[in-house]
């Protein structure tokens, strides 16, 4: 099943909000089967940013139209407290700034010390990645002794301290893969506040590209489940989404066709999932922003970020994001 939104009749696609991804680490305690985690033990160093560079990296975003800002991995949450509470610090601090979240996969929610001071420090939101249903299933996924129960009692914890949560769910067929997986998991999630969940298909990346035909699950697969059942009733005032009164579960977003002319004239249809972002990764001693998610051989898509354009504001850094947004935007 395929949502179609309406769009203006003088408009070829729709333009995405626009998102932006920092990838504070690359080490996580998890070692899901479809991430490249060789070599990335959570004793790895990570590329740690100036003092006011989350900041100064906030107010050009801003500068550039971009309202959204993601704190990823790896795992976030194991870096140093202090570091990433004054990350969070630093941008929340920057007038313009509407949504700041962290993805995690939630098992360091279960240290009630930590989510008081990532609360302190001023934010609000985190989307707990969740890709089994049963505490079996959770531990043949992320191939460790974590259960889904562990990963409950975190999302509790986290509420308690006034973290509002929500829960992404990559489909893949050792964990979730259709749409009574799905409910069996929404089911648990009764035990906590959760109210919005959402499914997708796994990125088609360099890091999975050999298995992919092996992974790839169709997310429109699930999504006939939800317009089959009685039980879910179907809303499209905005965000396409089917609830039971008390959980909303999105529909993906490749499934609305929320593209750019660029995306198309990239061929990116099996790459993408739907929703376009610009990343800042470490890359060696420095930084790249990348214009979306695809690793393309030629690299035609990052762009080197000298370290010393985060010490101090600068319109360089600014047309350079202006830059990566043309990519998408523009072409």
Same mark, same amino acid.
């Given at each position: 099943?395929?949502?179609?939104?309406?769009?203006?009749?003088?408009?070829?696609?729709?333009?995405?909000?626009?998102?932006?991804?920092?990838?504070?680490?690359?080490?996580?305690?998890?070692?899901?089967?479809?991430?490249? !985690?060789?070599?990335?033990?959570?004793?790895?160093?990570?590329?740690?940013?100036?003092?006011?560079?989350?900041?100064?990296?906030?107010?050009?975003?801003?500068?550039?139209?971009?309202?959204?800002?993601?704190?990823?991995?790896?795992?976030?949450?194991?870096?140093?407290?202090?570091?990433?509470?004054?990350?969070?610090?630093?941008?929340?601090?920057?007038?313009?700034?509407?949504?700041?979240?962290?993805?995690?996969?939630?098992?360091?929610?279960?240290?009630?010390?930590?989510?008081?001071?990532?609360?302190?420090?001023?934010?609000?939101?985190?989307?707990?990645?969740?890709?089994?249903?049963?505490?079996?299933?959770?531990?043949?996924?992320?191939?460790?002794?974590?259960?889904?129960?562990?990963?409950?009692?975190?999302?509790?914890?986290?509420?308690?301290?006034?973290?509002?949560?929500?829960?992404?769910?990559?489909?893949?067929?050792?964990?979730?893969?259709?749409?009574?997986?799905?409910?069996?998991?929404?089911?648990?999630?009764?035990?906590?506040?959760?109210?919005?969940?959402?499914?997708?298909?796994?990125?088609?990346?360099?890091?999975?590209?050999?298995?992919?035909?092996?992974?790839?699950?169709?997310?429109?697969?699930?999504?006939?489940?939800?317009?089959?059942?009685?039980?879910?009733?179907?809303?499209?005032?905005?965000?396409?989404?089917?609830?039971?009164?008390?959980?909303?579960?999105?529909?993906?977003?490749?499934?609305?066709?929320?593209?750019?002319?660029?995306?198309?004239?990239?061929?990116?249809?099996?790459?993408?999932?739907?929703?376009?972002?610009?990343?800042?990764?470490?890359?060696?001693?420095? !930084?790249?922003?990348?214009?979306?998610?695809?690793?393309?051989?030629?690299?035609?898509?990052?762009?080197?970020?000298?370290?010393?354009?985060?010490?101090?504001?600068?319109?360089?850094?600014?047309?350079?994001?202006?830059?990566?947004?043309?990519?998408?935007?523009?072409?």
């Amino acid at each position: 099943m395929v949502i179609e939104r309406q769009m203006d009749e003088n408009a070829s696609f729709i333009k995405p909000d626009k998102l932006f991804r920092l990838e504070v680490c690359s080490f996580c305690s998890f070692r899901c089967h479809f991430c490249c !985690w060789e070599n990335r033990n959570v004793n790895s160093s990570f590329l740690q940013l100036p003092e006011g560079g989350a900041r100064i990296i906030a107010e050009a975003l801003v500068q550039t139209g971009c309202f959204n800002v993601n704190i990823t991995g790896g795992e976030p949450l194991l870096l140093p407290r202090e570091y990433l509470c004054a990350v969070i610090r630093e941008i929340q601090s920057v007038d313009g700034v509407r949504q700041l979240w962290i993805t995690s996969n939630g098992l360091a929610l279960t240290d009630r010390t930590l989510c008081e001071n990532l609360y302190s420090a001023g934010l609000t939101d985190l989307a707990v990645s969740i890709a089994a249903e049963t505490d079996q299933n959770y531990m043949r996924y992320t191939r460790t002794h974590t259960t889904l129960s562990d990963i409950i009692k975190g999302i509790q914890i986290a509420e308690n301290c006034g973290l509002r949560i929500r829960v992404h769910v990559p489909l893949n067929p050792v964990g979730i893969a259709s749409y009574k997986q799905l409910i069996k998991l929404i089911e648990r999630l009764t035990e906590t506040n959760v109210t919005t969940v959402s499914f997708f298909r796994l990125h088609n990346s360099n890091k999975i590209a050999l298995e992919y035909g092996k992974l790839h699950i169709d997310p429109n697969t699930v999504t006939v489940g939800f317009s089959e059942s009685p039980k879910w009733k179907f809303d499209c005032s905005g965000r396409p989404f089917y609830t039971n009164g008390r959980i909303k579960v999105l529909v993906p977003r490749e499934s609305i066709h929320l593209v750019t002319e660029n995306c198309k004239s990239q061929n990116c249809d099996a790459f993408c999932q739907g929703i376009y972002s610009a990343y800042m990764i470490p890359y060696g001693e420095g !930084w790249t922003l990348r214009a979306c998610h695809r690793v393309f051989d030629d690299h035609r898509n990052e762009y080197p970020l000298n370290s010393s354009l985060l010490e101090e504001k600068n319109e360089e850094l600014t047309e350079l994001l202006h830059y990566v947004w043309r990519y998408a935007y523009d072409k």
